[in-house]
């Protein structure tokens, strides 16, 4: 998948949301954003309509930004089938142990990951994975 903007990313998730419903054969990537889209269903409106995608989504308004918090669920999912960062797939499973719910799982992990590249993006550096680890060893 080749993402060349925030508008191509947008459209991708739509497409792949398009491909699924219609049981189209899915490369593994898309495979993977449809799955997380299914986890989803209070995004599938916007996914199935012909809205702008164009949309801001801030914090000051109440919202959360669908594409962005797919966009980490995805990036789990990625960490956990690279192994990277080295431990994170253990910490999930003791994680999936303790809670059962292998989304909520993912919820409580997406929003380390969210604080840590926060915090990366405000100081101009790259994600500190040793804290990123130690916030997901707290859960």
């Excluded at 495979?31 to 599938?44: G, K, M, R, S, T």
Aim: charged content about 25%; some cysteine; hydrophobic content about 40%.
């Amino acid at each position: 998948m080749l993402i060349q903007s925030r508008t191509d990313a947008r459209a991708a998730f739509r497409d792949i949301w398009a491909k699924a419903r219609a049981r189209q054969l899915l490369e593994p990537m898309e495979q993977i954003v449809a799955a997380v889209i299914a986890l989803h269903p209070e995004y599938h409106p916007l996914l199935e309509s012909d809205a702008e995608l164009a949309d801001e989504y801030t914090p000051e308004r109440g919202e959360t930004n669908p594409f962005l918090h797919m966009g980490l669920h995805i990036a789990i999912r990625e960490q956990i089938g690279a192994g990277r960062p080295a431990g994170v797939g253990g910490i999930r499973e003791r994680l999936l142990a303790r809670y059962g719910d292998e989304h909520a799982v993912e919820h409580k992990m997406v929003e380390c990951l969210a604080v840590t590249l926060w915090e990366a993006q405000n100081a101009g550096t790259l994600p500190d994975d040793q804290a990123y680890l130690e916030r997901l060893k707290r859960l």
